[in-house]
């Protein structure tokens, strides 16, 4: 049975991935880690304050539980980044190369780390964009994590440390409050909606981004690190996709279900971010490899959601009856 060390694991990924990494290998299996511990990591059983910057408490960690996996999920993500970029910088990279020390001198099984749409740029074909292309980010954030990618097949191709890596979309969920990036429209629109509120959108109604349901996040990565070690073939970081929308088609969906939505439309610097991203992702690597495929699209996706946080709602005026 694999231990398993999640870092970052209080974020919007980190909490759900966490949840399901216990309902599959048992509570005792997996250590929650984040640098605060918050309400939802203090229910997940085992937990340790970790500043992943700090390589010698990960060392101590590692021993301590006997970790055999990491799941290294501590970023600062695009939009948060332009704000504090030598800070996204440090914590994006550093923190990487410290995990990534542990695993060569531990000899740990498998690492996973998240890259991003991110890593593509202006120059990137927008539609289908390949596995192999152009990739000249604008932001810090797309920097660290092109960077990141190629960190990642260094320690792999130079130290057999087996890196595994999925170059996520717009990751939408409504069990936790979005992290500060530029697809976060797409999870904050649903909470307005649920609550009759409107919208006002930071994106043009036409931008369209590549987008992915939580359920399916977690399940292509866990799929991805359960894979056997030859079907592996990119070591960077996989593309994956599920759906693409604009801000204009999400509000349709919402209002087959709510048809008294309200949304506007105020694009901020965050328009220059989405604008330097593709529009529609080619995923055919990691179809191929490992056999990827997307349960959810943008109107499977709307009515769960929905239905969810209307559940959640009720629950919560009942609890303060």
Request: net charge neutral; hydrophobic share 35%.
């Amino acid at each position: 049975m694999p231990r398993i060390l999640v870092i970052g694991a209080s974020g919007q990924l980190g909490s759900e991935l966490t949840q399901e990494l216990k309902n599959i290998i048992g509570e005792d299996n997996v250590v929650a880690s984040d640098r605060n511990i918050s309400a939802t990591s203090s229910r997940q059983g085992l937990f340790e304050t970790l500043d992943v910057l700090d390589g010698d408490l990960l060392y101590k960690i590692v021993n301590k539980h006997k970790i055999t996996q990491i799941y290294h999920l501590a970023a600062i993500l695009s939009a948060v980044g332009e704000q504090h970029p030598k800070q996204a910088w440090t914590l994006n990279i550093d923190g990487l190369i410290n995990v990534l020390d542990v695993a060569k001198e531990k000899k740990l099984d498998k690492i996973f780390w998240p890259s991003s749409i991110a890593v593509f740029g202006p120059n990137t074909p927008v539609n289908h964009t390949p596995q192999n292309t152009i990739m000249d980010p604008l932001t810090v954030y797309g920097i660290s994590k092109l960077a990141g990618e190629r960190w990642c097949e260094y320690y792999f191709h130079n130290y057999g440390v087996d890196t595994r890596s999925l170059r996520y979309p717009g990751l939408i969920g409504y069990k936790s409050p979005a992290g500060g990036g530029t697809t976060d429209y797409a999870v904050d629109i649903y909470h307005k909606a649920i609550n009759k509120k409107p919208f006002e959108c930071f994106l043009k109604e036409d931008t369209a981004l590549p987008m992915m349901y939580m359920p399916d996040a977690i399940r292509s990565t866990i799929e991805l690190m359960k894979a056997d070690k030859v079907k592996i073939k990119v070591r960077s970081s996989y593309n994956i996709n599920a759906m693409s929308f604009t801000p204009k088609e999400v509000a349709n969906s919402i209002k087959m279900h709510i048809p008294d939505f309200k949304i506007s439309y105020q694009p901020d610097f965050r328009q220059d971010i989405a604008d330097s991203w593709p529009r529609l992702i080619d995923d055919s690597c990691a179809r191929k490899d490992w056999g990827w495929n997307p349960e959810f699209d943008l109107n499977k996706m709307t009515k769960d959601i929905l239905e969810n946080l209307k559940n959640l709602k009720s629950t919560a005026i009942l609890n303060t009856d």
